[in-house]
């Protein structure tokens, strides 16, 4: 029994199937058949990239995704050429590789991934929220789920259950009231305000425009072709710099940013929404489930209700593909027994790394409040002045690009090779 259907609960509904003869998704939400933002995933209207990572694992575990993807009327781009990618103070120059990237809107990824799993035989039941566990007398375990329904409470028993909730999860509160110890949690604060609207897009212009905002600079942009001939293009400020949600404010605010694209953009092409989209992040948020003495057999907690990250690095989707791979692995080289510690410990280095690098990024800001990791600010002004060379130099956007795509880690920018361009004289 998985509780949620957004990317990481489908994906862990996927590859549960492997395993259990039958597996269930229940959602609050109903699944339209359209591809439309669901209430229930507030942050649904707004830009979501697939990082290269995603990409492959999904691929992996849903042969023909792309393809459906794309004929559902997403885009592929190359990721270092058609995207213009604006950082320290100017554009990275075009990386020595062609990268495949697929563009679409957050519901049109949902809607062909719930189509891949419904195939695979997952039964997915919309319009039933989850309010309670089901446990043993003892309560270390936990045997199913209590839903409601339009027509009252229902028990669904089953041996695993999935929290894939997100950041509203109940599973620590759930833990307290049973006698459990709940995780520790880290919060790294960013203020991150979004808005988001679609502009027209001419259907043979595919290009990307992506304004990451560096110190003394808080506005940033994301703008990516999508289905129906569309840019979606997302605005945002950190630490208080909120965007607005009309027109005409939001043209001024783009004014603001420190490259011009998103504001010739709204210059040149009609925005084609009625309502303006808003989206608050107030902090990286992380449970620490793999430090726990004790938890309940039959439950495990995934994707951002483990840790969610500053959305402005896109990290999301491909961190609950990757964890998916985790449990995938956990269960076939031991069951069920003790999974939920098998599986926090074996997706830590993941998380670890994302987090790293989410807050790493954050902490650059003054403002930022919340644990540093080790070794940040010195990371931080490395990667400075390799952004700025990354300006002239493709092989070193190039390697950013691989660490940002979730292909390649951190320290592959600390080869030898790398460490000798960033550092040369200009």
């Not at 997100?166 to 790294?188: I, N």
């Not at 002045?385 to 493709?394: F, I, N, S, T, V």
Request: glycine letters at 10%; charged letters at 25%; one cysteine or more.
């Amino acid at each position: 029994m998985v509780v949620g259907a957004g990317v990481a609960g489908l994906l862990t509904a996927r590859v549960l199937s492997d395993g259990f003869d039958a597996v269930t998704v229940v959602d609050r939400d109903d699944f339209p058949e359209d591809p439309v933002a669901r209430r229930g995933v507030p942050q649904s209207a707004h830009i979501h990239i697939l990082m290269v990572a995603g990409q492959h694992t999904i691929e992996d575990l849903c042969p023909g995704f792309g393809a459906d993807l794309l004929a559902a009327g997403g885009l592929v781009v190359d990721g270092t050429r058609d995207v213009h990618f604006f950082i320290e103070g100017g554009y990275l120059a075009d990386g020595p590789r062609r990268v495949p990237l697929y563009c679409a809107t957050r519901p049109l990824y949902e809607r062909t991934l719930r189509r891949h799993v419904a195939d695979a035989g997952v039964h997915l039941r919309p319009n039933c929220g989850v309010v309670d566990y089901l446990a043993d007398e003892a309560a270390t375990a936990v045997e199913g789920v209590v839903v409601r329904t339009d027509s009252g409470t229902e028990e669904l028993p089953a041996d695993l259950v999935v929290d894939a909730t997100g950041r509203t999860s109940r599973t620590p509160a759930w833990l307290e009231r049973h006698g459990y110890a709940s995780p520790a949690v880290d919060e790294v604060t960013i203020e991150l305000a979004y808005s988001t609207t679609f502009v027209r897009r001419p259907a043979d212009d595919r290009r990307a425009f992506v304004v990451t905002p560096s110190p003394p600079d808080t506005r940033g942009a994301g703008v990516v072709p999508v289905e129906g001939n569309r840019w979606l293009m997302t605005l945002f400020g950190v630490h208080g710099d909120a965007p607005p949600d009309d027109e005409a404010g939001l043209r001024d605010f783009a004014a603001g940013l420190a490259a011009p694209d998103a504001k010739r953009l709204l210059d040149a092409h009609p925005q084609v929404v009625d309502e303006i989209a808003s989206y608050r992040f107030p902090a990286n948020r992380r449970h620490y489930y793999e430090r726990l003495d004790r938890f309940p057999e039959g439950l495990v907690v995934v994707g951002d209700a483990v840790a969610s990250f500053n959305p402005i690095y896109a990290q999301g989707m491909s961190v609950a593909a990757l964890e998916s791979l985790v449990l995938h692995r956990a269960l076939s080289t031991g069951g069920t027994d003790g999974l939920a510690h098998r599986f926090f410990e074996g997706v830590r280095p993941t998380v670890d790394l994302a987090w790293n690098m989410a807050v790493g990024a954050d902490h650059q800001f003054p403002r930022t409040e919340g644990p540093k990791p080790r070794g940040t600010d010195v990371l931080n002004r490395y990667l400075a002045r390799l952004l700025r060379k990354a300006h002239a130099d493709g092989v070193l956007s190039g390697a950013f690009f691989s660490v940002q795509m979730m292909e390649r880690p951190p320290a592959s920018l600390f080869r030898p090779g790398v460490i000798w361009r960033v550092l040369r004289p200009s």
